[in-house]
């Protein structure tokens, strides 16, 4: 996305917030195809068979939004941040109604290593990787936040540096420090 772009998507949020009706319908088209970018990135890394798709994933997301108008938009970061965070709640749910038939067993062990970072495989990791989220939300919301935005939005160091407003080699310290913490609270 150019300057340009960026700026016209931080005054559109601005109009919006305002109470401009019609600028969520300008907006859309300017992050419509990032949206679906990073919903195919992380659509990517989902177990085989899932029939939720990056678009509908986008779609949901658009119907949320819309019922977030009163939402104070900062900027294009700050957008892309609640997009993930939206993302990342409808896969949860959507594993959970999935899973909701198998309720009642017994409990799993499951391992949290680079390769669950990079693909969970099952939507029991995909729920125990949001439990230990949510302990470590409590904990260290920044460290937290940095997971959900780089795991569940596909932000980069930059652009996650960006959405949370410190330096890339903080993202960093605390995207490893989360993941090492996520896979000892997993396990």
């Given at each position: 996305?150019?300057?340009?772009?960026?700026?016209?998507?931080?005054?559109?949020?601005?109009?919006?917030?305002?109470?401009?009706?019609?600028?969520?319908?300008?907006?859309?088209?300017?992050?419509?195809?990032?949206?679906?970018?990073?919903a195919?990135?992380?659509?990517?890394?989902?177990?085989?068979?899932?029939?939720?798709?990056?678009?509908?994933?986008?779609?949901?997301?658009?119907?949320?939004?819309?019922?977030?108008?009163?939402?104070?938009?900062?900027?294009r970061?700050?957008?892309?941040?609640?997009?993930?965070?939206?993302?990342?709640?409808?896969?949860?749910?959507?594993?959970?109604?999935?899973?909701?038939?198998?309720r009642?067993?017994?409990?799993?062990?499951?391992?949290?290593?680079?390769?669950?970072?990079?693909?969970?495989?099952?939507?029991?990791?995909?729920?125990?990787?949001?439990?230990?989220?949510e302990?470590?939300?409590?904990?260290?919301?920044?460290?937290?936040?940095?997971?959900?935005?780089?795991?569940?939005?596909?932000?980069?160091?930059?652009?996650?540096?960006?959405?949370?407003?410190?330096?890339?080699?903080?993202?960093g310290?605390?995207?490893?420090?989360?993941?090492?913490?996520?896979?000892?609270?997993?396990?």
């Open positions: 996305m150019s300057p340009a772009d960026s700026a016209s998507v931080t005054r559109l949020l601005r109009a919006w917030s305002g109470g401009d009706g019609d600028a969520l319908g300008r907006l859309v088209p300017l992050v419509y195809e990032e949206l679906r970018r990073r195919r990135h992380y659509m990517a890394r989902e177990r085989p068979g899932i029939t939720l798709q990056p678009t509908a994933l986008v779609n949901e997301v658009y119907l949320r939004l819309v019922d977030a108008a009163d939402v104070r938009w900062q900027d970061a700050h957008f892309f941040a609640i997009a993930a965070q939206m993302m990342r709640r409808i896969l949860v749910d959507a594993a959970r109604a999935r899973g909701s038939d198998k009642g067993g017994c409990g799993h062990k499951i391992t949290f290593d680079e390769r669950f970072v990079a693909a969970p495989a099952t939507d029991r990791e995909l729920l125990a990787l949001d439990d230990a989220l302990t470590l939300s409590r904990k260290d919301p920044r460290k937290a936040k940095v997971v959900e935005l780089r795991f569940f939005g596909g932000l980069s160091l930059r652009e996650t540096a960006e959405a949370l407003k410190v330096s890339e080699d903080t993202v310290r605390d995207w490893n420090f989360a993941k090492a913490w996520l896979a000892h609270e997993i396990q």
